[in-house]
């Protein structure tokens, strides 16, 4: 894929950020990953990249500050005497020696990047996680240009999002990203003319009550609730017609606590028929009569992805590419979703004002989707293809 997607861009500069480097079991396979890192960067080296750099967060027993993030930096000899790397301790940009460096260990030391996970009390709700950012900044011809892998909070209930509230992931997710955006923007060295290039999984959603209403259109809704020794009932006067707000609305806090599951099933049929369900909704369980559909028809539903909206200093190239996650992780079924989430395109690059004047510059920029049709894991892979003039 490398050597591929390197050829049809042409690329000078190729950065490359890991979210849950080490995977989802990474206490076992962490081992694995700088071994794999070196094998991408002699590959890379067989391209014409003589120069890389790569930052790895690996140390998962030091708990306050694993992030699990990784970024990997890729340059063509021809950048030799244009590119420098900002040392974020002295101050200063130096230039890159030719060859591969990566750092591993004790890299809360390394001042070449900015590493932070974000504090416990943004989300105090839920299991304290591995989520945070790394900046890098480089100048490419005395042009400054901020880095940013991110990694941003998920939504831990399906359940939460429509008995509770709809936007309390997003809400977070916004504080954590305008943390990010307060934190470059206050250890840079020009505050208006630097352009910012943030990309990760920032875990973006789809917005729960549009979408619901646009695939459940016809349905009546019904919930199940937990008895006290944890098995599943109907609740006897449950159903309503569709809308989440008729369960955001529910009076009882009890209820609140004890709801299970949430079913839209067809207004013809009985709401006794559990055949006739069309979406059934559990904490993480996304189960839909049709799952292709959603796969297929994504164009139907692209503009309920509204969380970018959140963040008008940012900017983003038109998506042309089906959802990000979450596709299957069983080889043999690569071409579907998985039945955990609502899909959503949570893998993404922004980039500030100073950024996408750079970018609107490059007619032929392509923001794009890999491993269609492979086993990538849960989340597709998103790439970026632009030409910066200061680069050439």
């Known amino acids: 894929l490398l050597k591929k997607f390197q050829v049809a861009a042409q690329a000078h500069f190729v950065a490359v950020h890991m979210q849950e480097a080490g995977g989802k079991n990474f206490e076992e396979f962490t081992v694995q990953v700088p071994g794999m890192v070196e094998k991408i960067a002699f590959r890379m080296n067989c391209l014409g990249y003589t120069i890389g750099r790569a930052y790895l967060d690996l140390d998962f027993e030091n708990v306050d500050q694993y992030t699990a993030l990784g970024s990997m930096y890729f340059f063509m000899e021809v950048l030799y005497s244009r590119i420098e790397q900002y040392d974020f301790v002295t101050h200063e940009y130096s230039r890159l020696n030719k060859g591969f460096e990566m750092m591993e260990k004790e890299i809360d030391k390394c001042s070449k990047i900015r590493k932070k996970k974000f504090p416990k009390d943004f989300w105090p709700r839920m299991k304290w996680g591995r989520k945070g950012y790394m900046h890098s900044r480089f100048r490419f011809n005395n042009q400054p240009i901020d880095i940013v892998n991110v990694h941003l909070f998920h939504d831990d209930s399906n359940?939460?999002?429509i008995q509770e509230n709809p936007l309390m992931y997003s809400e977070n997710r916004k504080r954590a990203l305008n943390y990010v955006l307060d934190e470059v923007s206050r250890n840079c060295i020009k505050q208006n003319d630097t352009p910012l290039f943030i990309?990760?999984?920032?875990?973006?959603?789809?917005?729960?009550?549009?979408?619901l209403n646009r695939i459940t259109e016809g349905a009546d809704i019904r919930h199940d609730s937990l008895e006290s020794f944890g098995s599943l009932k109907d609740s006897a006067g449950s159903s309503n017609?569709?809308?989440?707000?008729?369960?955001?609305?529910?009076?009882?806090?009890?209820?609140?606590?004890?709801?299970?599951?949430?079913?839209?099933?067809?207004?013809?049929?009985?709401?006794?028929?559990?055949?006739?369900?069309?979406?059934?909704?559990?904490?993480?369980?996304?189960?839909?009569?049709?799952?292709?559909?959603?796969?297929?028809?994504?164009?139907?539903?692209?503009?309920?992805?509204?969380?970018?909206?959140?963040?008008?200093?940012?900017?983003?190239?038109?998506?042309?590419?089906?959802?990000?996650y979450p596709w299957s992780e069983d080889p043999t079924e690569s071409g579907s979703f998985m039945k955990t989430r609502a899909p959503a395109w949570?893998?993404?690059?922004?980039?500030?004002?100073?950024?996408?004047?750079?970018?609107?510059?490059?007619?032929?920029?392509?923001?794009?989707?890999?491993?269609?049709?492979?086993?990538?894991?849960?989340?597709?892979v998103i790439i970026y293809f632009l030409a910066i003039d200061v680069i050439y």
Not at 286 to 308: M, T
């Open 159 to 161: 359940i939460a999002l």
């Open 199 to 211: 990309f990760g999984d920032l875990n973006f959603r789809l917005n729960c009550l549009t979408f």
């Open 241 to 324: 017609r569709l809308g989440c707000g008729n369960i955001l609305s529910m009076p009882s806090d009890h209820l609140k606590r004890s709801i299970s599951a949430v079913e839209f099933r067809k207004t013809q049929d009985s709401l006794e028929d559990r055949n006739n369900c069309v979406l059934r909704i559990e904490k993480k369980r996304f189960d839909y009569i049709n799952h292709k559909q959603l796969l297929n028809e994504w164009h139907q539903y692209l503009e309920d992805d509204r969380e970018a909206k959140n963040f008008p200093m940012l900017f983003e190239l038109p998506i042309h590419f089906p959802p990000t």
């Open 346 to 380: 949570c893998d993404r690059v922004l980039m500030n004002s100073d950024a996408f004047q750079l970018v609107n510059s490059d007619n032929d920029a392509k923001y794009d989707s890999i491993g269609k049709i492979v086993c990538m894991g849960d989340h597709k």
